[in-house]
Structure formats: C-alpha cells, structure tokens
Nanobody, 120 residues
Framework: QVRLVESGGRLVQSGGSLRLSCVSSGITLSIYAMAWYRHAPGMERELVAIITNGGSTNYADSVTGRFTISRDNVKNTVYLQMNSLKPEDTARYYC??????????????WGQGTQVTVSS
C-alpha cells in the first residue's frame, strides 16, 4: 500500500520562496526516480522536477535555475525548494515515483497534493 503525502504549499507573493515536502511509505519495489508534478486548473499535469536513485536531477525548462529537488532517504522524504516564484507557478503540486520517461508509477496512489498560489 503506497502512500504519498505532500505538504508545504501556501499563498506567497511573486519572488518568494517555498519548500515542499513529500513523505512516502509502502514502496517496496525498486524505482528509477522520484518526481514532483503540478496541475493547474485548465492545464495538463506537467513534470516539474525529477531525482533518480543515483542522485541525478532534471527540471522542466520553466523552473530550471529556480527550483531544486532533493531527498532524504532516511526519512523517506523528497523536497522541492522553490525560489523566485512566479504567478505561473500557481498549481497543486504532487509527488510520485517516475519512470525514465517521466511518467508517474503509482497512478492509483496519488496524494492530496499541496496548493501553491503565487500572487502578482
């Protein structure tokens, strides 16, 4: 039984910073990576950042240079540090395991997500 719990989102002003957390449990298989996704109303879900089991990272072009994904294996937690936030970053943010192509692995175990709202 996989559980993913996101937290840390809130309302912030443009240019501000937030750090999101994702605590996972029940993952027994070997995964390629963990990732952050976001979904805004009227938009498709998009991959924001990914960190592989080897520690390499990749980011969406829209957040490169502003966001940093990291992990704490002892705490089973993945983080997303978000700096220089823009109104375009407004979305609900979710975490999940990810394949090499960036697709979510546990499609039946999405968490509640955490809302990030950036005011202009």
């Amino acid at each position: 039984q996989v559980r993913l719990v996101e937290s840390g989102g809130r309302l912030v002003q443009s240019g501000g910073s937030l750090r999101l957390s994702c605590v996972s449990s029940g993952i027994t298989l070997s995964i390629y990576a963990m990732a952050w996704y976001r979904h805004a109303p009227g938009m498709e879900r998009e991959l924001v950042a990914i960190i592989t089991n080897g520690g390499s990272t990749n980011y969406a072009d829209s957040v490169t240079g502003r966001f940093t994904i990291s992990r704490d294996n002892v705490k089973n937690t993945v983080y997303l540090q978000m700096n220089s936030l823009k109104p375009e970053d407004t979305a609900r943010y979710y975490c999940n395991a990810a394949t090499r192509s960036g697709a979510p692995v546990f499609r039946g175990s999405w968490g509640q997500g955490t809302q990030v709202t950036v005011s202009s």
